[in-house]
């Protein structure tokens, strides 16, 4: 599944991530498990700008988990466009969860 989402520079954002088993029911991650967010200018590239970890303990009431992007994430990032993706680590497995996807960082008018 591919996403592409746009925010704004020093902002914070915040995102529910699904998961579904192959039946298509929510997943819940168990105590190994993470979930990996992370952005990067190029896919290619070998470093993250970015990344953030998941865990069961970010799970919702309704079964996602909650990713939040703070403004010190992009704060200091040039506007443009990153890539990112989303995947489930499990001991040596890695699954997609978000598949390549877009992120595109917009300029930011106002300051707090």
Do not use: H, W
Not at 8 to 33: C, H, W
Not at 61 to 66: L, N, R
Not at 76 to 82: K, N
């Amino acid at each position: 599944m591919k996403s592409d989402i746009s925010i704004t520079r020093g902002r914070t954002y915040m995102f529910d991530i699904s998961v579904k088993d192959s039946e298509g029911e929510p997943y819940v991650l168990q105590n190994d498990e993470k979930l990996i967010f992370g952005i990067k200018k190029m896919y290619t590239d070998p470093i993250y700008i970015f990344k953030k970890v998941l865990t069961i303990d970010d799970a919702t009431d309704t079964g996602a988990y909650s990713l939040k992007i703070e403004p010190k994430d992009t704060l200091r990032l040039v506007c443009g466009t990153y890539c990112f993706d989303v995947g489930m680590k499990r001991e040596d497995d890695y699954f997609s969860v978000i598949d390549y996807s877009t992120l595109i960082l917009e300029k930011n008018v106002t300051k707090g």
